[in-house]
C-alpha cells in the first residue's frame, strides 16, 4: 500500500485489489489500485512481483467486454518509456522498484470518465502473457463494473451472433429459390450484358484486408516519369498550333472537344512527350473551366458519353503499350470521364425525368437543371447532384448546398452561363425528401458513370458489374471485367469504400493499396492484356485519388493517432505515389526503408524514429525533384498555349504547382509535414540543428539559393535566410549567419567554412518557422544557439550592428587589401615527383606531410596508402616549356583580365574561371616530368597508367590520357569558383598559390568518413564527431543532397559510439576496379586563419560511378552490431592518429569491402 501511495501523487483511491497468483507463475504477486486525480483524470497503478522484466500492453476501453480502442489524447505514463504496437494497444515498461526488491510497477492516467482502461502483463522476452483468470483485467473508476465477469457477457454475445447468423442464412435461401423462379430480363442495345447483374450483399462491418508480403522491387519503374523522354523545357510547336487551331470547333460542345482529342493525339505523340504534354495541358485547361464547354449547340448525352470513350480508349493503349510515356497518358485520363456506350451515356437525359416525376419536382431549380442536361451534360453536373444530397441532408439549408458547389468551382455566376441557365436555387418539401434522395443517389451513379472516371465508387461499380434498374423501358447490366473482378477483389474494393465511409483511414488504405497491388498485373507498364483495359485504369486512378482524399480528410487526426499506425499510414502514401510514377527507382528504395522502420518501431526498436526521420529527409528531396520535373515539362507549354486559348494569366502562372498539388506527392508531402515535428519529438532533435554554433546580429535577408550571392558583399552584418544551400558554396562577406532549411553535412565545406569564419549556420526543420524567417525580412535580429538543437531569435536595434565584417576589405576586383594571413610564393625546386620518403614542407603541403607522419606511428589494422607527389611550382615548370608557350601565353592574358573582373557579375565571372580552367587543361607534359613520375611511382609500388600522356587532342590516349586530364584537372581548380572568392574575401593574392599534386591508389571503399577529433558542433575536446556515407568520400565533402549518417564518441568510451542522425543521401559514388586518385595539396590549406581545406578539387583517374543506395539493405543501418563495430573501430582510429599527431585532426578515410579500413588524408582540425 506504501508503495502504491508514493507512486499515487495524491490521487484519491477508488478501490484496490489483491491477487496471489501463485509461485509458479511468472508474476507470483499483483496489486492494481484506480485512483481519480486532482484533475479528474483516471489512474491505474499496476505492481507485479517478478524474477524478470515486465511490460504492462494496454488500451482504452468502453465498456466490459468491449473491443480494445486507442486511449483518449492527453494520457501519460510512469515509467514515460511507452510505444504503440500498431493496432490500437500500447505497452509500457514496468519499472524495477529500487525500494522493494522484485517488484515492478507502472502507473496510467487518461482522461476518462464513463470510460475505462484494459490491460494484461506480459514478460520482457514475450514467453508469458497474465491474465485475470482467463479474461483481460480492467480498470474503471467504479470497482464494480472493472469487476464483471466478462465471460458471461462474451457467451450470450455468441449465443446471439449465432441465432442472428441462422436467420440470415434461412433468409438468403429463401430469396434464391425466389430468384430460381424468376427468368433474367434480356436487352437488346448499348453493348452491355443482356442478363440481369446481381450485385452479391457485403457485410455491414467489412473485414480488415490482411496485405500479401509484396515484393517491392516489382513494382520499379525505369521510364515513363514526366519530363524524362524529352518534354522538359521543350515546347512541341506543331501540337501546340494543332490544338490552338482545333480550339474554335472545341467550344461547340464536350462531344466537339472530345471529338478532336481523338484526331489529336496520334499527331501529338508523333512529336513525343512534348506534344502529349501539350495535351495534357490542353485538357488541364478545360477541366479548369478556363475553356468553353459549350457553345449553343445542343448535343444528346450519349454522344457525349461515345466522344470520352473513343478518346480514352486511345489512351488506355498508349499507357499499356508505350512506357516512356506512361505519366503524361495518366494526367492526360485523369481529366477525362471514363464515357461509355449506349445505354450509359442516354440514362443521363432520360433518368432526370424519372427523378422529377417520382416526386413530384417539375418546375423552378430542378426544370432549369433538366434542360441543361437535356441539352449539354457536363462534369458540373456531378457536383450538382451532390450539393442537392448534401442540401436535403440539411433539411434544406441553402448554405450547405452553396458551400459544396464553391468547394468544387462553381459559382452563380458560372451556373447562369450554362447555354440552358440556371438561375433558381432549389427548395424542396420535407414529404419530398425520402424519395428525391434515394433517387438522387441512384442518378449520381449515372453521372458519374460517364463524368468521374477517377471517382471510386463509380470506377469500382464498372470493374466488379452493376445492375441499375430500368428507365424508359431499359435498364443497365454493366458485366464485371474478367480476371479481374474476382471474389477478393470485390472484398477488397468493399473494405476500401466503407472504411473510408466509417473513417478508419488506415484500414480503408490498406485496402485501397492492396487493391491497386492487385490490379498492378494489367497497369504496370506492357502489362496483361484486357478487352476492357480502359475500365481497370480508370479504377487504378480512383484508387489513386481516393487514397489523397482519405489523407486530406484526416489529416488533422495525426497528432493524436498511435505513432506506428501514422507510419503505416504514411508507408501507404508513398507507396501510392510509387504506384503512380514512371522513374520511381528512388520511391521504391524509399519505400523499402520506410517498411524497415515500420517493422522496427513494431518491434520496439530503439532508433526508429530516428531512422524514420532520415528517411522523411530522403522523401522530402525525391518529392522536390518531383515538384521540379512537372514544373520543367509543364510550364513552358501552359505559358505558350495559354495566351492564345484565353486563359487567364493567374492560372497560368501557378499552373504547374496546382497540377503537381493534385498528384499522389501532394498527400504524401501533407504527411511528412504531419510526421516531421512528432519524429524530432520522440527522437529528441528540436527544430535546430546547430553546424555553426556562433551567437551573430544582423540583418534579415531571404534569398533563393547561397551560390546565387557568392559574388556579394554585403556591407551592414546580414543574416542569409537561404532556401537551398548545396554545401559546396562560399559564403559572401559581411554575412553573419546562414539558415536554411536545406541539411548539408556539418562536414560538408560551406560547414568547415562556417565555422572556420565564426558565421552562424543552422538548419531549421519547422516549416512554420521557416516561415516566420520569412517574415522577417530586412528585420535585425540577435542570433543565439541554446545547445546544438535550438536557436534564439530576438528584435535589436538596428544602429547597433556596425559595420559589417570584412565588407571594407573587399573590393570588386581580383586584387584585395592584406588580411595579416599571408601565402608564401614557393619556387620550383627541380624536382617534377617525388616518393613519399622524399616529402618536406618546401616541396609539398600539409595533407602529403601529415600522412607521411604517420607512417610506422599507428597500429598495423590502420592502413595508409602509397603516395607520390608533384611538388609545388611543378605546374609553372611545365607551363614554363616551350612545347606549352601557346598556353602560356593564353593564360597569361586571361589572368590580366581576371585582375580587373567586376566579381559581382556572376556571368562574366564563371565564364572567365572556365575559360582559365580550359586553357591549363590544353597543357601537354614535359619528357622529365613524365619520366620523373615513372621512377617515384615504382618506387611506391604504384600502378603505372598505361598509354601516353598527355590531352587527347594531343597525343594523350589510355589511362595515362586520363590520369594526365586528372593532374591538369587538379592544377586547374585554383581557378574554381570558391578558391577565387575565397582569396579575394581573405585578402589574398591568389597567383601566389601554388598547387602539389598528392598521387594515390584509389581505395575501392564500402564506405567513407570525415572525422573531427573535436567536436564541431559543441567544441567539446572529449569527443569526436563523424560522418560516413557509403561509397567514395566525395559524396560527403560534395554538393550531394541529404545528411550522411552521424555520430559522437566520447573518448573515454571509444566503443559506445552515439549515432546521431541517420543517412539521407539518395546516392553514393563507388569505384569496382582499381584505379588513382590525384589530390590538391597547396600551400594555401594549411594557414591558420584561413578555411582552406576543401577549395580544390581532387580527381580519379577513372570516374566513379554514381548508384542509389538502399539503406534498407546495408548493414551500416540495418544491422546494429555492424554498426556499432564499424564506428568503435573509426572511433578508435581517430584517437590514435590526434595522440600520434598530437592536435585535433581532421581526417578523411575509407573501410573497404573486406573490412581493412584506411586514412587517406588528415590535416590539423581549424
Given at each position: 500500500?506504501?508503495?502504491?501511495?508514493?507512486?499515487?501523487?495524491?490521487?484519491?483511491?477508488?478501490?484496490?485489489?489483491?491477487?496471489?497468483?501463485?509461485?509458479?507463475?511468472?508474476?507470483?504477486?499483483?496489486?492494481?489500485?484506480?485512483?481519480?486525480?486532482?484533475?479528474?483524470?483516471?489512474?491505474?497503478?499496476?505492481?507485479?512481483?517478478?524474477?524478470?522484466?515486465?511490460?504492462?500492453?494496454?488500451?482504452?476501453?468502453?465498456?466490459?467486454?468491449?473491443?480494445?480502442?486507442?486511449?483518449?489524447?492527453?494520457?501519460?505514463?510512469?515509467?514515460?518509456?511507452?510505444?504503440?504496437?500498431?493496432?490500437?494497444?500500447?505497452?509500457?515498461?514496468?519499472?524495477?522498484?529500487?525500494?522493494?526488491?522484485?517488484?515492478?510497477?507502472?502507473?496510467?492516467?487518461?482522461?476518462?470518465?464513463?470510460?475505462?482502461?484494459?490491460?494484461?502483463?506480459?514478460?520482457?522476452?514475450?514467453?508469458?502473457?497474465?491474465?485475470?483468470?482467463?479474461?483481460?483485467?480492467?480498470?474503471?473508476?467504479?470497482?464494480?463494473?472493472?469487476?464483471?465477469?466478462?465471460?458471461?457477457?462474451?457467451?450470450?454475445?455468441?449465443?446471439?451472433?449465432?441465432?442472428?447468423?441462422?436467420?440470415?442464412?434461412?433468409?438468403?435461401?429463401?430469396?434464391?429459390?425466389?430468384?430460381?423462379?424468376?427468368?433474367?430480363?434480356?436487352?437488346?442495345?448499348?453493348?452491355?450484358?443482356?442478363?440481369?447483374?446481381?450485385?452479391?450483399?457485403?457485410?455491414?462491418?467489412?473485414?480488415?484486408?490482411?496485405?500479401?508480403?509484396?515484393?517491392?522491387?516489382?513494382?520499379?519503374?525505369?521510364?515513363?516519369?514526366?519530363?524524362?523522354?524529352?518534354?522538359?523545357?521543350?515546347?512541341?510547336?506543331?501540337?501546340?498550333?494543332?490544338?490552338?487551331?482545333?480550339?474554335?470547333?472545341?467550344?461547340?460542345?464536350?462531344?466537339?472537344?472530345?471529338?478532336?482529342?481523338?484526331?489529336?493525339?496520334?499527331?501529338?505523340?508523333?512529336?513525343?512527350?512534348?506534344?502529349?504534354?501539350?495535351?495534357?495541358?490542353?485538357?488541364?485547361?478545360?477541366?479548369?473551366?478556363?475553356?468553353?464547354?459549350?457553345?449553343?449547340?445542343?448535343?444528346?448525352?450519349?454522344?457525349?458519353?461515345?466522344?470520352?470513350?473513343?478518346?480514352?480508349?486511345?489512351?488506355?493503349?498508349?499507357?499499356?503499350?508505350?512506357?516512356?510515356?506512361?505519366?503524361?497518358?495518366?494526367?492526360?485520363?485523369?481529366?477525362?470521364?471514363?464515357?461509355?456506350?449506349?445505354?450509359?451515356?442516354?440514362?443521363?437525359?432520360?433518368?432526370?425525368?424519372?427523378?422529377?416525376?417520382?416526386?413530384?419536382?417539375?418546375?423552378?431549380?430542378?426544370?432549369?437543371?433538366?434542360?441543361?442536361?437535356?441539352?449539354?451534360?457536363?462534369?458540373?453536373?456531378?457536383?450538382?447532384?451532390?450539393?442537392?444530397?448534401?442540401?436535403?441532408?440539411?433539411?434544406?439549408?441553402?448554405?450547405?448546398?452553396?458551400?459544396?458547389?464553391?468547394?468544387?468551382?462553381?459559382?452563380?455566376?458560372?451556373?447562369?452561363?450554362?447555354?440552358?441557365?440556371?438561375?433558381?436555387e432549389p427548395s424542396f418539401k420535407p414529404n419530398q425528401y425520402e424519395g428525391l434522395t434515394r433517387d438522387?443517389?441512384?442518378?449520381?451513379?449515372?453521372?458519374?458513370?460517364?463524368?468521374?472516371?477517377?471517382?471510386?465508387?463509380?470506377?469500382?461499380?464498372?470493374?466488379?458489374?452493376?445492375?441499375?434498374?430500368?428507365?424508359?423501358?431499359?435498364?443497365?447490366?454493366?458485366?464485371?471485367?474478367?480476371?479481374?473482378?474476382?471474389?477478393?477483389?470485390?472484398?477488397?474494393?468493399?473494405?476500401?469504400?466503407?472504411?473510408?465511409?466509417?473513417?478508419?483511414?488506415?484500414?480503408?488504405?490498406?485496402?485501397?493499396?492492396?487493391?491497386?497491388?492487385?490490379?498492378?498485373?494489367?497497369?504496370?507498364?506492357?502489362?496483361?492484356?484486357?478487352?476492357?483495359?480502359?475500365?481497370?485504369?480508370?479504377?487504378?486512378?480512383?484508387?489513386?485519388?481516393?487514397?489523397?482524399?482519405?489523407?486530406?480528410?484526416?489529416?488533422?487526426?495525426?497528432?493524436?493517432?498511435?505513432?506506428?499506425?501514422?507510419?503505416?499510414?504514411?508507408?501507404?502514401?508513398?507507396?501510392?505515389?510509387?504506384?503512380?510514377?514512371?522513374?520511381?527507382?528512388?520511391?521504391?528504395?524509399?519505400?523499402?526503408?520506410?517498411?524497415?522502420?515500420?517493422?522496427?518501431?513494431m518491434s520496439g526498436g530503439n532508433d526508429w524514429a530516428l531512422q524514420a526521420k532520415s528517411v522523411v529527409?530522403?522523401?522530402?528531396?525525391?518529392?522536390?525533384?518531383?515538384?521540379?520535373?512537372?514544373?520543367?515539362?509543364?510550364?513552358?507549354?501552359?505559358?505558350?498555349?495559354?495566351?492564345?486559348?484565353?486563359?487567364?494569366?493567374?492560372?497560368?502562372?501557378?499552373?504547374?504547382?496546382?497540377?503537381?498539388?493534385?498528384?499522389?506527392?501532394?498527400?504524401?508531402?501533407?504527411?511528412?509535414?504531419?510526421?516531421?515535428?512528432?519524429?524530432?519529438?520522440?527522437?529528441?532533435?528540436?527544430?535546430?540543428?546547430?553546424?555553426?554554433?556562433?551567437?551573430?546580429?544582423?540583418?534579415?535577408?531571404?534569398?533563393?539559393?547561397?551560390?546565387?550571392?557568392?559574388?556579394?558583399?554585403?556591407?551592414?552584418?546580414?543574416?542569409?535566410?537561404?532556401?537551398?544551400?548545396?554545401?559546396?558554396?562560399?559564403?559572401?562577406?559581411?554575412?553573419?549567419?546562414?539558415?536554411?532549411?536545406?541539411?548539408?553535412?556539418?562536414?560538408?565545406?560551406?560547414?568547415?567554412?562556417?565555422?572556420?569564419?565564426?558565421?552562424?549556420?543552422?538548419?531549421?526543420?519547422?516549416?512554420?518557422?521557416?516561415?516566420?524567417?520569412?517574415?522577417?525580412?530586412?528585420?535585425?535580429?540577435?542570433?543565439?544557439?541554446?545547445?546544438?538543437?535550438?536557436?534564439?531569435?530576438?528584435?535589436?536595434?538596428?544602429?547597433?550592428?556596425?559595420?559589417?565584417?570584412?565588407?571594407?576589405?573587399?573590393?570588386?576586383?581580383?586584387?584585395?587589401?592584406?588580411?595579416?594571413?599571408?601565402?608564401?610564393?614557393?619556387?620550383?625546386?627541380?624536382?617534377?615527383?617525388?616518393?613519399?620518403?622524399?616529402?618536406?614542407?618546401?616541396?609539398?603541403?600539409?595533407?602529403?606531410?601529415?600522412?607521411?607522419?604517420?607512417?610506422?606511428?599507428?597500429?598495423?589494422?590502420?592502413?595508409?596508402?602509397?603516395?607520390?607527389?608533384?611538388?609545388?611550382?611543378?605546374?609553372?615548370?611545365?607551363?614554363?616549356?616551350?612545347?606549352?608557350?601557346?598556353?602560356?601565353?593564353?593564360?597569361?592574358?586571361?589572368?590580366?583580365?581576371?585582375?580587373?573582373?567586376?566579381?559581382?557579375?556572376?556571368?562574366?565571372?564563371?565564364?572567365?574561371?572556365?575559360?582559365?580552367?580550359?586553357?591549363?587543361?590544353?597543357?601537354?607534359?614535359?619528357?622529365?616530368?613524365?619520366?620523373?613520375?615513372?621512377?617515384?611511382?615504382?618506387?611506391?609500388?604504384?600502378?603505372?597508367?598505361?598509354?601516353?600522356?598527355?590531352?587527347?587532342?594531343?597525343?594523350?590516349?589510355?589511362?595515362?590520357?586520363?590520369?594526365?586530364?586528372?593532374?591538369?584537372?587538379?592544377?586547374?581548380?585554383?581557378?574554381?569558383?570558391?578558391?577565387?572568392?575565397?582569396?579575394?574575401?581573405?585578402?589574398?593574392?591568389?597567383?601566389?598559390?601554388?598547387?602539389?599534386?598528392?598521387?594515390?591508389?584509389?581505395?575501392?571503399?564500402?564506405?567513407?568518413?570525415?572525422?573531427?577529433?573535436?567536436?564541431?558542433?559543441?567544441?567539446?575536446?572529449?569527443?569526436?564527431?563523424?560522418?560516413?556515407?557509403?561509397?567514395?568520400?566525395?559524396?560527403?565533402?560534395?554538393?550531394?543532397?541529404?545528411?550522411?549518417?552521424?555520430?559522437?564518441?566520447?573518448?573515454?568510451?571509444?566503443?559506445?559510439?552515439?549515432?546521431?542522425?541517420?543517412?539521407?543521401?539518395?546516392?553514393?559514388?563507388?569505384?569496382?576496379?582499381?584505379?588513382?586518385?590525384?589530390?590538391?595539396?597547396?600551400?594555401?590549406?594549411?594557414?591558420?586563419?584561413?578555411?582552406?581545406?576543401?577549395?580544390?578539387?581532387?580527381?580519379?583517374?577513372?570516374?566513379?560511378?554514381?548508384?542509389?543506395?538502399?539503406?534498407?539493405?546495408?548493414?551500416?543501418?540495418?544491422?546494429?552490431?555492424?554498426?556499432?563495430?564499424?564506428?568503435?573501430?573509426?572511433?578508435?582510429?581517430?584517437?590514435?592518429?590526434?595522440?600520434?599527431?598530437?592536435?585535433?585532426?581532421d581526417i578523411e578515410g575509407c573501410i573497404a569491402a573486406d573490412g581493412a579500413l584506411y586514412v587517406v588524408?588528415?590535416?590539423?582540425?581549424?
Amino acid at each position: 500500500a506504501n508503495l502504491c501511495e508514493a507512486r499515487a501523487n495524491g490521487a484519491q483511491l477508488l478501490w484496490r485489489r489483491e491477487l496471489n497468483l501463485g509461485q509458479a507463475n511468472a508474476v507470483k504477486l499483483m496489486v492494481i489500485e484506480g485512483r481519480r486525480t486532482a484533475q479528474g483524470t483516471l489512474q491505474m497503478i499496476v505492481m507485479g512481483r517478478a524474477d524478470q522484466e515486465l511490460v504492462l500492453h494496454w488500451a482504452g476501453l468502453d465498456q466490459p467486454a468491449g473491443e480494445w480502442k486507442n486511449p483518449p489524447h492527453g494520457w501519460s505514463s510512469s515509467p514515460e518509456n511507452s510505444w504503440g504496437t500498431g493496432g490500437a494497444s500500447w505497452e509500457t515498461e514496468m519499472e524495477a522498484l529500487a525500494t522493494a526488491r522484485g517488484w515492478h510497477a507502472a502507473t496510467i492516467e487518461a482522461p476518462c470518465d464513463r470510460d475505462g482502461l484494459v490491460f494484461v502483463i506480459r514478460t520482457g522476452d514475450s514467453a508469458h502473457w497474465i491474465k485475470d483468470d482467463g479474461q483481460d483485467f480492467m480498470c474503471f473508476a467504479d470497482e464494480a463494473t472493472t469487476l464483471t465477469d466478462v465471460r458471461a457477457i462474451v457467451k450470450k454475445r455468441k449465443e446471439e451472433e449465432r441465432a442472428r447468423r441462422k436467420q440470415e442464412k434461412e433468409e438468403q435461401r429463401r430469396r434464391e429459390r425466389e430468384g430460381q423462379r424468376s427468368s433474367p430480363q434480356k436487352l437488346k442495345r448499348g453493348g452491355l450484358s443482356t442478363t440481369t447483374i446481381k450485385e452479391p450483399k457485403m457485410p455491414t462491418r467489412p473485414e480488415v484486408i490482411k496485405r500479401k508480403d509484396w515484393n517491392h522491387d516489382e513494382i520499379k519503374m525505369h521510364a515513363g516519369a514526366l519530363g524524362h523522354a524529352g518534354a522538359a523545357g521543350n515546347v512541341a510547336g506543331g501540337s501546340v498550333d494543332n490544338i490552338c487551331n482545333a480550339e474554335p470547333g472545341a467550344t461547340k460542345s464536350l462531344m466537339h472537344r472530345y471529338n478532336a482529342a481523338s484526331d489529336l493525339i496520334p499527331q501529338c505523340k508523333g512529336e513525343g512527350e512534348a506534344g502529349l504534354v501539350a495535351m495534357a495541358v490542353w485538357f488541364r485547361f478545360m477541366a479548369l473551366r478556363q475553356l468553353v464547354w459549350n457553345n449553343d449547340y445542343n448535343i444528346k448525352p450519349r454522344e457525349i458519353s461515345a466522344a470520352q470513350l473513343k478518346c480514352t480508349t486511345q489512351l488506355a493503349a498508349l499507357h499499356k503499350d508505350d512506357a516512356g510515356m506512361r505519366d503524361v497518358t495518366r494526367f492526360i485520363m485523369a481529366t477525362i470521364g471514363r464515357g461509355g456506350d449506349g445505354d450509359v451515356g442516354q440514362r443521363i437525359r432520360d433518368e432526370i425525368l424519372v427523378v422529377q416525376r417520382n416526386n413530384e419536382c417539375m418546375g423552378g431549380f430542378m426544370e432549369e437543371w433538366h434542360q441543361k442536361l437535356h441539352n449539354n451534360t457536363s462534369p458540373d453536373d456531378v457536383p450538382i447532384c451532390e450539393a442537392l444530397i448534401k442540401f436535403i441532408a440539411a433539411d434544406c439549408d441553402i448554405s450547405v448546398y452553396w458551400d459544396h458547389l464553391h468547394a468544387n468551382s462553381i459559382t452563380k455566376e458560372r451556373m447562369a452561363s450554362y447555354d440552358r441557365k440556371i438561375c433558381s436555387e432549389p427548395s424542396f418539401k420535407p414529404n419530398q425528401y425520402e424519395g428525391l434522395t434515394r433517387d438522387l443517389k441512384e442518378y449520381l451513379r449515372t453521372l458519374k458513370a460517364v463524368h468521374s472516371g477517377a471517382d471510386l465508387d463509380s470506377a469500382a461499380e464498372n470493374v466488379m458489374g452493376y445492375h441499375q434498374d430500368a428507365c424508359k423501358g431499359k435498364e443497365i447490366n454493366m458485366p464485371a471485367v474478367s480476371e479481374v473482378a474476382t471474389a477478393q477483389m470485390r472484398t477488397i474494393l468493399h473494405s476500401a469504400r466503407t472504411f473510408r465511409d466509417l473513417g478508419e483511414p488506415l484500414h480503408s488504405m490498406e485496402a485501397m493499396l492492396e487493391a491497386r497491388r492487385e490490379l498492378w498485373n494489367w497497369t504496370k507498364p506492357g502489362g496483361a492484356d484486357n478487352a476492357r483495359l480502359k475500365d481497370v485504369l480508370y479504377l487504378d486512378l480512383a484508387l489513386e485519388s481516393a487514397v489523397r482524399q482519405v489523407v486530406e480528410a484526416n489529416l488533422s487526426s495525426m497528432a493524436t493517432r498511435a505513432p506506428v499506425d501514422v507510419l503505416k499510414m504514411t508507408g501507404l502514401t508513398l507507396e501510392n505515389l510509387a504506384l503512380s510514377s514512371g522513374g520511381n527507382d528512388e520511391l521504391v528504395i524509399c519505400l523499402q526503408q520506410w517498411q524497415g522502420v515500420v517493422n522496427s518501431a513494431m518491434s520496439g526498436g530503439n532508433d526508429w524514429a530516428l531512422q524514420a526521420k532520415s528517411v522523411v529527409d530522403r522523401v522530402n528531396n525525391a518529392l522536390g525533384e518531383v515538384s521540379q520535373r512537372y514544373i520543367n515539362a509543364l510550364q513552358p507549354t501552359a505559358h505558350a498555349m495559354g495566351g492564345r486559348l484565353g486563359v487567364d494569366g493567374h492560372v497560368l502562372d501557378i499552373f504547374s504547382e496546382e497540377v503537381v498539388r493534385g498528384t499522389p506527392a501532394a498527400p504524401l508531402s501533407q504527411m511528412l509535414r504531419a510526421l516531421d515535428p512528432r519524429l524530432r519529438e520522440m527522437s529528441n532533435m528540436g527544430s535546430w540543428s546547430i553546424i555553426s554554433p556562433v551567437e551573430a546580429a544582423g540583418v534579415i535577408e531571404v534569398i533563393n539559393d547561397l551560390k546565387d550571392v557568392q559574388n556579394k558583399t554585403y556591407q551592414i552584418p546580414t543574416v542569409l535566410i537561404s532556401r537551398r544551400v548545396g554545401g559546396e558554396e562560399d559564403i559572401p562577406p559581411g554575412v553573419v549567419g546562414l539558415i536554411t532549411p536545406d541539411m548539408p553535412d556539418v562536414l560538408a565545406h560551406t560547414s568547415v567554412r562556417a565555422r572556420n569564419e565564426r558565421v552562424l549556420f543552422a538548419t531549421v526543420f519547422d516549416a512554420g518557422r521557416m516561415a516566420e524567417l520569412e517574415g522577417m525580412h530586412g528585420q535585425a535580429v540577435n542570433c543565439a544557439p541554446v545547445g546544438a538543437d535550438d536557436l534564439r531569435i530576438t528584435p535589436v536595434d538596428p544602429s547597433s550592428l556596425g559595420a559589417a565584417p570584412g565588407s571594407g576589405a573587399v573590393n570588386l576586383s581580383m586584387s584585395a587589401p592584406p588580411s595579416g594571413v599571408n601565402i608564401a610564393k614557393r619556387e620550383f625546386m627541380g624536382r617534377y615527383a617525388v616518393p613519399s620518403p622524399e616529402f618536406d614542407g618546401s616541396i609539398v603541403g600539409g595533407k602529403s606531410r601529415n600522412l607521411q607522419e604517420l607512417r610506422g606511428r599507428l597500429p598495423d589494422w590502420i592502413n595508409l596508402p602509397a603516395q607520390v607527389a608533384l611538388p609545388f611550382c611543378t605546374f609553372d615548370a611545365v607551363l614554363a616549356h616551350p612545347n606549352n608557350g601557346h598556353v602560356g601565353q593564353s593564360l597569361q592574358g586571361l589572368r590580366r583580365e581576371l585582375e580587373h573582373l567586376d566579381f559581382s557579375d556572376q556571368v562574366a565571372f564563371q565564364d572567365l574561371l572556365g575559360r582559365i580552367r580550359s586553357c591549363i587543361m590544353q597543357m601537354v607534359p614535359t619528357p622529365e616530368l613524365v619520366d620523373e613520375m615513372a621512377r617515384s611511382f615504382a618506387a611506391e609500388r604504384l600502378p603505372w597508367p598505361q598509354g601516353n600522356f598527355g590531352p587527347a587532342g594531343a597525343g594523350g590516349d589510355g589511362a595515362a590520357a586520363q590520369a594526365w586530364a586528372a593532374i591538369t584537372g587538379v592544377w586547374a581548380s585554383k581557378y574554381n569558383e570558391r578558391a577565387v572568392l575565397s582569396c579575394r574575401k581573405a585578402g589574398l593574392s591568389h597567383e601566389n598559390v601554388s598547387m602539389a599534386v598528392l598521387c594515390q591508389p584509389v581505395v575501392q571503399s564500402q564506405y567513407a568518413f570525415v572525422l573531427h577529433t573535436t567536436n564541431p558542433q559543441t567544441g567539446n575536446p572529449d569527443e569526436i564527431y563523424g560522418e560516413i556515407v557509403c561509397g567514395m568520400g566525395e559524396a560527403l565533402v560534395g554538393n550531394f543532397p541529404g545528411r550522411a549518417l552521424s555520430f559522437v564518441a566520447r573518448k573515454d568510451d571509444l566503443t559506445n559510439a552515439k549515432v546521431t542522425g541517420f543517412p539521407s543521401k539518395a546516392n553514393g559514388l563507388f569505384t569496382d576496379a582499381p584505379t588513382l586518385i590525384f589530390r590538391s595539396d597547396s600551400n594555401g590549406e594549411d594557414l591558420e586563419g584561413f578555411a582552406g581545406a576543401g577549395l580544390y578539387d581532387s580527381i580519379q583517374m577513372h570516374e566513379a560511378e554514381l548508384r542509389p543506395v538502399d539503406y534498407s539493405k546495408d548493414p551500416i543501418v540495418s544491422d546494429e552490431m555492424f554498426r556499432a563495430q564499424a564506428l568503435a573501430a573509426i572511433a578508435h582510429a581517430a584517437h590514435e592518429i590526434e595522440q600520434a599527431l598530437g592536435s585535433p585532426q581532421d581526417i578523411e578515410g575509407c573501410i573497404a569491402a573486406d573490412g581493412a579500413l584506411y586514412v587517406v588524408q588528415t590535416r590539423p582540425q581549424v
